[in-house]
Each structure stands twice: as structure tokens, then as C-alpha cells.
């Protein structure tokens, strides 16, 4: 394996842990794709087009912070794909990680044993005139958990759901498949997004404003 290679991966895996994502490839082959693509557009272009991307046109004022980790191999059921970016340095910040609804995680978002249920929701996500009704499941680390710097707030809740303000004190996510036609074909693609310093609704906004690589 060439030391460039070597160096990539080895920045990968320091922002999924960054992320709290785990699950990154320990070894790679011909068939493996692992990049750090410049532009949503590179990144679909390092897939192949295999999974329909989805890039956040509202992002709270925050700017993508790094390149767009991109990593694809063969695992033992199915293809494994995983596309991770971030905005914003800390708090307020946010990523975005997506792989196609068909494939395996190739690096898997750790679901925090903080994390509880706030509610679920409808939202309309996709292109002009072809939005789709989209079911999104919204969590907030709330379960005894301090609060993220910067923000007011006592310890959280010890109870099953956590409530809107949460999302803010203490960290959330939203979870949604998002579905479209694109390229002459049905996709899904599933996606996570996880906030650090965003309120509910910013969170919310972030997930309807996501819009199909074209």
C-alpha cells in the first residue's frame, strides 16, 4: 500500500472517531475506494454514481470545515459505503454521514447510549417540484448527560424521550431514509446527522434543506 494511501486512511479514522462513527476498513483491496473527495460532486464521481448523494443546502451559517471522506469496499453480504462530512469547528458544528440504503455501513454511526427519542416527524426533502414525503426520527443525548460548552441548562433527563430543547443542551440527531428518481431510477439512501449546538429547529432545517447530488 502506497504511504499516501496509508496517510488517508489514517485521516479518515481520525474523523469518524471525531464523528463517533466506528467501523472504518482495516485493510483495503483493488476493489476498495477510499478518497478525500473536494466536492459532493468528486465524491459521487469516486462511488461511480452507486449511491445517490445528499448535501445540505442549509447549514446554519456553518461552512464544510475539511474534504469529504469517502470509503467503499466489499464486505461479506453486501457492498459497504460511507460518505462523512462536517461543518462548523465544535460548537456550533454538525456531519453528515450517508451510504446507500442497500449497502452496509463502511464506518458506522455509534448510536450514543445518551440518545433518546425527541419525536418523530414528516418532512418534504428533494429537488423543486419533486420533494417526497420523508419520515425523520430526532434525538437529543439528554439521558444524564452534561451539556454541550457554551449552553445553559441542569443535567439530562433519566426518562425515555428527551424534549426539543434538548437537541441544543445536550447534542442531537436526526435519522432519515431519503428517497428520489434520479438518473432514471428509484434511490434511497440513508443518512445521519449529528448536531452539536444546534437547536431543534436548526437540526429539522438542516435535514429538509438536504438536496440530491445532480
Not at 476498513?25 to 483493488?30: E, F, I, T
Not at 475539511?66 to 469547528?89: C, L, M, N, Q, W
Request: net charge positive; aromatic share 6%.
Amino acid at each position: 500500500m502506497h504511504r499516501s494511501r496509508l496517510g488517508l486512511v489514517a485521516g479518515i479514522t481520525a474523523f469518524i472517531t471525531s464523528a463517533g462513527l466506528v467501523g472504518a476498513p482495516s485493510a483495503l483491496s483493488a476493489e476498495d475506494v477510499v478518497r478525500a473527495a473536494t466536492s459532493y460532486a468528486a465524491a459521487d464521481r469516486a462511488l461511480a454514481g452507486e449511491v445517490l448523494l445528499w448535501v445540505p443546502s442549509y447549514t446554519a451559517g456553518l461552512r464544510r470545515t475539511r474534504e469529504i471522506d469517502v470509503v467503499a469496499y466489499p464486505s461479506e453480504r453486501s457492498r459497504a459505503t460511507f460518505v462523512g462530512s462536517t461543518y462548523g469547528k465544535r460548537v456550533p458544528s454538525f456531519t453528515v454521514a450517508q451510504k446507500g440504503s442497500a449497502n452496509s455501513w463502511a464506518a458506522r454511526p455509534v448510536e450514543h447510549s445518551s440518545e433518546r427519542l425527541v419525536e418523530t416527524v414528516s418532512i418534504r426533502i428533494g429537488p423543486a417540484g419533486a420533494k417526497r414525503l420523508t419520515r425523520a426520527r430526532i434525538y437529543a443525548n439528554c439521558a444524564g448527560g452534561d451539556t454541550v460548552p457554551g449552553s445553559t441548562g441542569s443535567t439530562g433527563s433519566t426518562g425515555s424521550r428527551c424534549e426539543r430543547r434538548d437537541v441544543a443542551r445536550f447534542g442531537g440527531a436526526v435519522v432519515l431514509l431519503a428517497r428520489t428518481t434520479a438518473r432514471g431510477t428509484p434511490t434511497a439512501t440513508d443518512v445521519r446527522i449529528d448536531s452539536t449546538g444546534l437547536s431543534y429547529r436548526q437540526l429539522v432545517r438542516v435535514a429538509r434543506g438536504l438536496q440530491p447530488v445532480e
